[in-house]
């Protein structure tokens, strides 16, 4: 699981968030990938979508 803001500063130059996508896809491989509109970088991007992260990986752990 993945999300991503679309108004982070270092999406287009350093994280390449698509470039991903690209990869996953021509590899067959399934992946999550949320873009979250006007959502940057910041402390309260991570604390938005934390628990989200925590159960989705728990959710894969117990299968």
């Known amino acids: 699981l993945i999300d991503q803001g679309t108004a ?3 999406l287009e130059e350093q994280l390449k ?4 996508r690209e ?3 021509r590899a ?3 992946a999550t990938i949320r873009m979250q509109d006007g959502y940057d970088h910041s402390y309260y991007f991570i604390s938005t979508f934390m628990a989200e992260h925590v ?3 728990a959710g894969r752990l117990k299968g």
């Open 55 to 57: 159960a989705w990986h």
């Open 23 to 25: 990869a996953c896809d």
């Open 17 to 20: 968030t698509h470039l991903l």
């Open 28 to 30: 067959g491989q399934p």
């Open 8 to 10: 982070d500063g270092f």
